[in-house]
Every structure is written in structure tokens, then in C-alpha cells.
């Protein structure tokens, strides 16, 4: 069975250190890849996500991720964390099949906690 | 376009009890999909109904059942409540078409306590 892995539990910065949040996946074919970010009380919500192409792929708010495929790995990275980027971040990861997409299989999470 | 909703937002339960969740997706939305969120485990899927048929389903108990109606509004529910059931249920949708990504969009999640 596929299975997404997430290192760092917790992570915490202060303003303006750089961010990167590690993921590996263990599915072997095509894949989608994607990050989802929850911030408190809020519902979770698409960063970025990768389909083809362009193996770095930029989201919303200055986030970019790269897909390395021969390090089954997709790394969330920031140049410069802000207090507002406190929330929970999940890698997700689905298997291309038929055209179609597999369901989506989640990370455990890791909490980023930016100190003002 | 309004986002995915579900309700109730907050329960509290007893052990032993049941309870029903309920979500409707985004309009044109046909497949919705069911997480429980806990700490330290992330999302564990649930399962998901697309044109009213159950089409994956998770390693959960039997006491944790769905369906989906002729309107894609679909409903999760528990029977006979454990303590570990306590968790952020999320609902999400998605459009199920010919080159569909599997993005999913998330709803805000029923907070679920049993005591």
C-alpha cells in the first residue's frame, strides 16, 4: 500500500528563517502530488500541488516544492517564514491510473509554529 | 461557489451512542470522501461515494458506514461510540472526471467528542 511519510512532527522558526518541510512517498508509478496547509480553526485548504512538468512548482504565499523522483520526495520550501504561517502541513500524494487519479493518501502532518 | 459544508460543526457523545455526519459537496461536485483527523496520525481515509455507490473504502470498522444521496449530499455514520472515535471527521469533495487530478477541496470538519 502507498504511504506518505513526513519527518519533522514539529518544527519551529523564528520570522524570516527559511522553511523547508520534508515528504517521501512510497508508490513506485505516476503520481500527483500535492501540500495542504491548515491553519488554526480553519479548514484545510491547496497550497500547491504537481501533476508534470516543471518538477519545482510554486504556490500561493511564497511557498514552491520540488519533486524529485528519484527520491520519491516532494520538499515544501519557504525562502522566509512569517508569524502568519503558523498552521499544520500536509503532503499528499495519489497514483495516476486510467486517465483518472487514485484517492489521495495523507502525511501525518507537521505543525509549524513561527515565533514573532 | 460555496465551499463544502458540513454539519453538525461540534458534538459531544457518550460511549455506546451513535452519531451522523453530514456534508454536501461543491456543486458539480459527484464524489465525496470522508477523513477522520486525529493528532499525530494525520487524515486516515474513511471512504468515498461517488453516483450514490461506495467506490474505495479505508481500514476503518464496520461501525463506521456512509452513503451518498441523489444529490451528492452524502452522510457518514458511527455506531456503538469508543472513547478513540473522538476526532475531526472531514468531508471532501472532488469532481471524479476524465483527467481529474484528485484534488480534493476540504470542508470545515465536525469535531466529534465522546465521553
Known amino acids: 500500500a502507498q504511504s506518505v511519510s513526513q519527518h519533522n512532527h514539529h518544527v519551529i522558526l523564528s520570522e524570516a528563517a527559511s522553511l523547508e518541510l520534508g515528504c517521501n512517498y512510497s508508490?513506485?508509478?505516476?503520481?500527483?502530488l500535492f501540500w495542504y496547509v491548515q491553519y488554526p480553526g480553519q479548514h484545510l485548504q491547496l497550497l500547491l500541488k504537481?501533476?508534470?512538468?516543471?518538477?519545482l512548482v510554486k504556490g500561493i504565499k511564497g511557498f514552491e516544492a520540488e519533486f524529485i523522483k528519484s527520491k520519491f520526495s516532494f520538499n515544501l520550501r519557504k525562502p522566509s517564514v512569517q508569524w502568519s504561517d503558523t498552521a499544520e502541513y500536509f503532503c499528499a500524494v495519489n497514483e495516476r491510473w486510467a486517465g483518472s487519479a487514485r484517492q489521495l493518501t495523507f502525511g501525518s502532518g507537521t505543525q509549524l509554529t513561527v515565533l514573532p | 461557489k460555496a465551499g463544502v459544508t458540513q454539519t453538525p460543526r461540534y458534538l459531544i457523545k457518550t460511549r455506546g451512542q451513535q452519531v451522523t455526519l453530514s456534508c454536501s459537496p461543491i456543486?458539480?461536485?459527484?464524489?465525496v470522501s470522508w477523513y477522520q483527523q486525529t493528532p499525530g496520525q494525520g487524515l486516515q481515509f474513511l471512504f468515498e461515494y461517488f453516483s450514490e455507490t461506495q467506490r474505495n473504502k479505508g481500514n476503518f470498522p464496520g461501525r463506521f458506514s456512509g452513503r451518498q444521496f441523489s444529490n451528492s449530499r452524502s452522510e457518514m455514520n458511527v455506531s456503538t461510540l469508543e472513547l478513540g472515535d473522538s476526532a475531526l471527521y472531514l468531508c471532501?469533495?472532488?469532481?471524479?472526471?476524465?483527467?481529474?487530478?484528485?484534488?480534493?477541496?476540504f470542508g470545515e470538519g465536525s469535531r466529534l467528542t465522546v465521553l
Open positions: 456543486s458539480g461536485h459527484r464524489s
Open positions: 504537481y501533476f508534470s512538468g516543471d518538477p
Open positions: 508508490y513506485g508509478g505516476t503520481v500527483n
Open positions: 471532501a469533495s472532488r469532481m471524479l472526471q476524465v483527467l481529474d487530478t484528485g484534488e480534493l477541496f
